[in-house]
């Protein structure tokens, strides 16, 4: 299973960016698809989680500012990102575990830097 994510750039405090993340197999089944960062220095954190039913979550710094949804039939998994902040800076990943799996794939990252 490959994940392609994309989407990432350079873009002005207070923008928008839509992030996706590309599966080479079907996520009708899939159990769980995460976003993640990493700043430079820190660890990766989890930022928004979609699972089966299509329940969504947020770290608190992504409530009402980043949105996590899916579409079945292209195989993939956005995250829209607004009212974007420098702290957000971060080479984005996304994560992807289906059901009949033990772990999960990560993408390959892709870079968001937002400008002050």
């Known amino acids: 299973v490959q994940l392609q994510a994309s989407g990432g750039g350079l873009v002005q405090a207070g923008g928008s960016l839509r992030l996706s993340c590309a599966a080479s197999?079907?996520?009708?089944?899939?159990?769980?698809v995460g976003w993640y960062r990493q700043a430079p220095g820190n660890m990766r954190e989890l930022v928004a989680t979609?699972?089966?039913?299509?329940?969504?979550a947020y770290t608190d710094s992504a409530k009402g500012r980043f949105f996590i949804s899916r579409d079945t039939a292209a195989n993939t998994v956005y995250l829209q990102m607004n009212s974007l902040r420098p702290e957000d800076t971060a080479v984005y990943y996304c994560?992807?575990?289906?059901?009949?799996?033990?772990?999960?794939?990560w993408g390959q990252g892709t870079q968001v830097t937002v400008s002050s």
């Open positions: 979609i699972n089966r039913s299509g329940f969504t």
């Open positions: 197999r079907s996520i009708f089944s899939i159990n769980f």
């Open positions: 994560n992807a575990m289906w059901l009949d799996d033990t772990e999960g794939y």
